[in-house]
C-alpha cells in the first residue's frame, strides 16, 4: 500500500467522524450554524485580522471538543451500556469539556462584536 493510499485512508475515516458527529450530534450541528452565523457577521461588521485570528480558534476549538466528547460518548456506550458511576464521569466531564470552550467562545464574541453591536443599534 503506497503513502497516497495510506494519508486518503486516513483523510476519509477523520471526514467519516466528522460526518457521524454533524449528522448524530444535535450539539455539533448548533456549534457549525452558530459557526456560521459568527462568519457572516464578521465578514459585515468589519473584524480585522487578529480578531478573525481569535474567531477561527474559538470555532476550531469548540468544535474539536465536540468531535473528542462524541468519540468518548462512543466509547462508553460501547464498554458500559449498562448504567456506571465511571460511565457517567466519562461523559460529564467530556461534556464539560465542551461547555468550557463554548463559555470562551461566547465572551470572545462579546468582546469582539459587544462594541460594534452597541454602535450599530446607536446609529439606528
Ligand atoms: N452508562 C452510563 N452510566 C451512567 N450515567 C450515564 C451513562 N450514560 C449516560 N449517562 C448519563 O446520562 C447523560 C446523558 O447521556 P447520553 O448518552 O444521552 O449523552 P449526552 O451527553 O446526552 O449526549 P448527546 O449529545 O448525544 O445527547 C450523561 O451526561 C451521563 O450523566
Given at each position: 500500500?503506497?503513502?497516497?493510499?495510506?494519508w486518503r485512508r486516513t483523510f476519509q475515516?477523520?471526514?467519516?467522524?466528522?460526518?457521524?458527529?454533524?449528522?448524530t450530534q444535535r450539539n455539533m450541528r448548533?456549534?457549525?450554524?452558530?459557526?456560521?452565523?459568527?462568519?457572516?457577521f464578521g465578514i459585515l461588521l468589519g473584524?480585522?485580522?487578529?480578531?478573525?485570528?481569535?474567531?477561527l480558534l474559538c470555532i476550531t476549538v469548540v468544535?474539536?471538543?465536540?468531535?473528542?466528547?462524541?468519540?468518548?460518548?462512543?466509547?462508553?456506550?460501547m464498554v458500559m451500556p449498562?448504567?456506571?458511576p465511571l460511565a457517567k464521569?466519562?461523559?460529564?466531564?467530556?461534556a464539560g469539556a465542551v461547555l468550557v470552550t463554548a463559555a470562551f467562545a461566547v465572551i470572545t464574541g462579546a468582546i469582539i462584536f459587544g462594541g460594534?453591536?452597541?454602535t450599530l443599534i446607536g446609529t439606528l
Open positions: 500500500m503506497d503513502w497516497r493510499h495510506n475515516a477523520a471526514i467519516d467522524g466528522i460526518k457521524y458527529a454533524y449528522t448548533v456549534h457549525v450554524y452558530a459557526s456560521l452565523i459568527v462568519i457572516l473584524v480585522d485580522t487578529s480578531e478573525w485570528l481569535w474567531l468544535i474539536a471538543a465536540e468531535l473528542m466528547n462524541t468519540a468518548i460518548e462512543a466509547v462508553v456506550d449498562d448504567q456506571h464521569i466519562a461523559k460529564d466531564t467530556a460594534r453591536f452597541v
